[in-house]
């Protein structure tokens, strides 16, 4: 037969170990993140002294006529 101690010491048992769990997993996903992120860093190291030879064209296929001129950011007058 369990009594109020008993289940109040049990009670605090997993809320202590629901957190340790936490602490443990934020731990590990931190080193996780940071390992990934040392990781990467040192695979993508850029030369300063070059120049830069990536160029980017980005074209909005969108046609603006009469109907959606509002939402037109610039306009051509054709």
Known sequence: HLTNQ??????NSLNMA??????VFSFFLLISLLLSDNVSSVQ???????P?????????????DTDNAAN?????VV
């Open 72 to 76: 037109a950011t610039s306009s051509t």
């Open 6 to 11: 008993h289940y109040s010491f049990l009670l």
């Open 18 to 23: 629901n957190q340790n769990y936490k602490q």
């Open 52 to 64: 830069c030879k990536n160029f980017v064209l980005y074209h909005h296929n969108i046609a603006y």
């Open 44 to 50: 993508k190291s850029l030369d300063l002294k070059k």
